[in-house]
């Protein structure tokens, strides 16, 4: 048998390729989407509805035609159900060919002339998507839609209006080639509560006045954070903790007695696919780690209020916990998150040698198998008339300990 795996483009027959019009000319059975098939029905092509992989190979098993053709939207290689589709064909021994087509970003960049090969393509279709993430780091991304809740153009706006984009520029194409196609063009801000049909794709490009925070080192500088009267952990601890924590991407992160969340805040932008939750019980100090999470567009960042070792019982298993204030209930701290993932990865920053001397201990005790002890000495210059002086910040003692997996 040989099957054709067509990529249809936006939706318009008049945008196929030779290749494909011609493989599906041929084509015995046609199979695909409802909306694809439609024009081919009309004509009395025969034709049988089908969406997922496992549907699909089904109805080709059970019609068994010498010839037929799958229709799969835009291009076969853009978020494409040709993926799971092609390796049931060829462990079944069918003859597969690929033709491939147009895919939605290039139509749209295409209608609205502008190039596309610098766009970050993502998908928020039947996926969970951090718009506000993604454009931090990308710059210009280009969405696929979905019509279920998160999913929708308007929420995605919400998101990135939320997560610190409130003056992104964004691009809806809706039923895009067919004669009722509509292209929106505005600010993120406009679109966060506005409708759009299903069939809908987005484009958004950061604003012109740049991102939240642009860098993607760690050690944002402590001028940067609304502060308060809430102890901070400076930027060059700061920037060594993260290291020490050794953050892979996707990974949960916790960050125990939060602060003002600049640890939390961190952690949010380096590893935009993740998750962070910063656990705080002080109310001035919550309030901070708000206000900081929205000026830096931290749209990943969780607060949770409440005191540890009690606020990280719902919490899922993290990867990654730093603590930066335990209120003398490291050990339990510590037995929370290993309770959840034996391997985490722990840092806890420690100022006094009281906390140094009790985390320690704590370390040994527990089921670690790697840990240091790392003292961080800095200094910064200050002027004094014509004259710079370097001025000594606290030292900080960090403990670094790797859960054991299990036996």
């Known amino acids: 048998m040989k099957v054709s795996l067509v990529g249809m483009g936006p939706g318009d027959p008049a945008l196929l390729t030779q290749a494909a019009a011609e493989a599906i000319a041929q084509a015995e059975l046609l199979v695909g989407a409802p909306r694809l098939l439609e024009p081919y029905q009309r004509a009395g092509r025969p034709c049988r509805e089908g969406v997922l992989a496992s549907d699909i190979f089904r109805i080709l098993r059970e019609e068994g035609p010498e010839n037929a053709a799958v229709l799969l939207s835009g291009d076969l290689g853009f978020y494409s159900g040709a993926k799971n589709l092609l390796p049931l064909l060829r462990e079944a021994g069918m003859e597969a060919v690929c033709c491939c087509g147009i895919s939605s970003l290039q139509y749209l960049c295409a209608k609205i002339g502008r190039p596309w090969e610098g766009v970050y393509a993502a998908s928020a279709h039947g996926r969970s998507c951090d ?31 939320l997560g610190g984009f409130p003056h992104a520029g964004v691009w809806v194409g809706s039923r895009l080639s067919y004669p009722d196609e509509v292209i929106a063009v ?21 604003p012109p006045e740049g991102l939240p925070w642009p860098y993607v080192t760690p050690g944002i500088p402590d001028g940067a954070f609304v502060r308060g009267q809430v102890p901070m952990t400076k930027a060059e601890v700061r920037a060594a903790a993260l290291s020490k924590l050794r953050i892979a991407p ?22 935009p696919a993740g998750r962070v939750f ?15 999470a929205r000026k830096f567009g931290a749209a990943n960042l969780t607060l949770v209020e409440g005191e540890a070792p009690a606020a990280l019982e719902a919490l899922p298993p993290p990867q990654g916990v730093f603590v930066g204030g335990s209120g003398g209930r490291l050990r339990e701290i510590l037995e929370a998150a290993l309770g959840k993932d034996p391997q ?8 006094t040698l009281e906390t140094l001397a009790q985390g320690t ?23 004094l ?6 001025e000594g910040l606290d030292p900080v003692f960090l403990l670094r300990g790797e859960g054991i997996a299990p036996i």
């Open 131 to 161: 718009p506000a993430a993604l454009l931090r780091r990308h710059g210009t991304v280009f969405f696929l839609t979905g019509e279920k809740p998160g999913q929708t153009p308007g929420d995605l706006c919400r998101m990135l209006e």
């Open 186 to 206: 505005g600010r993120a801000e406009e679109f966060a509560r506005m409708q759009f049909p299903p069939l809908s794709v987005l484009l958004a490009e950061g």
């Open 250 to 271: 996707g990974d949960t992160l916790w960050d125990v007695g939060a602060g003002t969340g600049s640890v939390a805040v961190e952690m949010a932008l380096l590893n």
């Open 278 to 292: 910063a656990i705080e019980r002080k109310g001035e100090a919550c309030a901070l780690i708000r206000e900081n």
């Open 344 to 351: 985490a990865r722990v840092v806890v920053a420690a100022i």
């Open 361 to 383: 201990a704590v370390l040994a005790e527990l089921p670690f198998g790697e840990t240091e002890v790392v003292q961080i000495t800095a200094a910064r210059s200050k002027e």
């Open 385 to 390: 008339g014509r004259y710079h002086l370097m």
